[in-house]
């Protein structure tokens, strides 16, 4: 993985906000709409999730993957792409990506125990095929930079060691949104610490002055995350099941 974030691949390929939620045509023919969308991708980020601790892998083989999963579909469609399968390929890449190798029939075992709808059941060679297109979708870029170290380091400097469970769990949550595709992992970081400090009442205002960021950026990544915490309450199982017997239609 590349050094440093601003000579990356990951800060060349950084999009703006109205480019990440692009329902492609494909889709917009069976009915997909922005909100589907988002809600199809959110659920295949749980998934990777729900599949990261049977395959064994570190957090940041799943937040890798998971930025994968997003990249492909400001690309790609979900009719093409079909997410059930992009979901566990993007966790095979990104586990060698991350030189945390995981087989891919681990992933298909597993795969098949979370899930008993057929649809979701793929053999090892439709993972091999997926890998390929992925790729090829991905540009051949894999490099992925995360919040998480950035937390740590600001974190102990703003001596607020006390807020790592809290931030850390923030910072996962983001990953159930785009911001990792729009924003410097930095100031995902910052926001989350943001939101802590706001929750936790401890005033940080001189150290954020002190950091020289635009905190204009800062509250609005935060407002975003609230929102999404907001939004989130009214996300049932029955939507997602709808969105996701749309992206089924034959056209």
């Not at 060679?125 to 937390?151: C, G, T």
């Not at 926001?191 to 706001?198: F, H, N």
């Given at each position: 993985?590349?050094?440093?974030?601003?000579?990356?691949?990951?800060?060349?390929?950084?999009?703006?906000?109205?480019?990440?939620?692009?329902?492609?045509?494909?889709?917009?023919?069976?009915?997909?709409?922005?909100?589907?969308?988002?809600?199809?991708?959110?659920?295949?980020?749980?998934?990777?999730?729900?599949?990261?601790?049977?395959?064994?892998?570190?957090?940041?083989?799943?937040?890798?993957?998971?930025?994968?999963?997003?990249?492909?579909?400001?690309?790609?469609?979900?009719?093409?792409?079909?997410?059930?399968?992009?979901?566990?390929?993007?966790?095979?890449?990104?586990?060698?990506?991350?030189?945390?190798?995981?087989?891919?029939?681990?992933?298909?075992?597993?795969?098949?125990?979370?899930?008993?709808?057929?649809?979701?059941?793929?053999?090892?060679?439709?993972?091999?095929?997926?890998?390929?297109?992925?790729?090829?979708?991905?540009?051949?870029?894999?490099?992925?930079?995360?919040?998480?170290?950035?937390?740590?380091?600001?974190?102990?400097?703003?001596?607020?060691?006390?807020?790592?469970?809290?931030?850390?769990?923030?910072?996962?949550?983001?990953?159930?949104?785009?911001?990792?595709?729009?924003?410097?992992?930095?100031?995902?970081?910052?926001?989350?610490?943001?939101?802590?400090?706001?929750?936790?009442?401890?005033?940080?205002?001189?150290?954020?002055?002190?950091?020289?960021?635009?905190?204009?950026?800062?509250?609005?990544?935060?407002?975003?995350?609230?929102?999404?915490?907001e939004n989130h309450r009214t996300i049932t199982d029955e939507r997602i099941s709808a969105a996701f017997n749309k992206l089924d239609l034959k056209t």
């Open positions: 993985m590349a050094a440093n974030f601003w000579t990356s691949t990951h800060h060349k390929q950084l999009l703006e906000p109205d480019e990440v939620d692009v329902v492609q045509p494909a889709d917009k023919e069976k009915g997909i709409t922005v909100e589907d969308f988002k809600l199809i991708k959110m659920h295949m980020a749980t998934y990777i999730w729900k599949l990261s601790p049977q395959v064994k892998v570190r957090q940041r083989v799943v937040a890798t993957a998971i930025t994968y999963m997003r990249r492909v579909y400001t690309r790609k469609s979900m009719s093409e792409y079909d997410p059930r399968l992009v979901a566990p390929t993007c966790l095979y890449l990104a586990s060698k990506a991350e030189e945390s190798t995981v087989q891919a029939k681990l992933l298909v075992f597993y795969s098949k125990k979370l899930y008993s709808d057929e649809r979701y059941r793929f053999d090892i060679k439709d993972i091999l095929e997926m890998e390929m297109k992925i790729l090829e979708a991905l540009n051949y870029y894999l490099v992925v930079f995360h919040p998480y170290r950035s937390l740590a380091q600001l974190l102990q400097d703003a001596g607020m060691n006390d807020m790592t469970q809290f931030t850390w769990g923030l910072v996962n949550d983001t990953y159930k949104m785009d911001l990792i595709l729009v924003h410097p992992p930095h100031l995902i970081a910052l926001a989350c610490i943001y939101i802590a400090s706001v929750y936790k009442d401890k005033d940080t205002t001189a150290w954020f002055e002190e950091l020289c960021v635009d905190m204009n950026v800062v509250k609005n990544i935060s407002m975003e995350i609230l929102d999404f915490y």
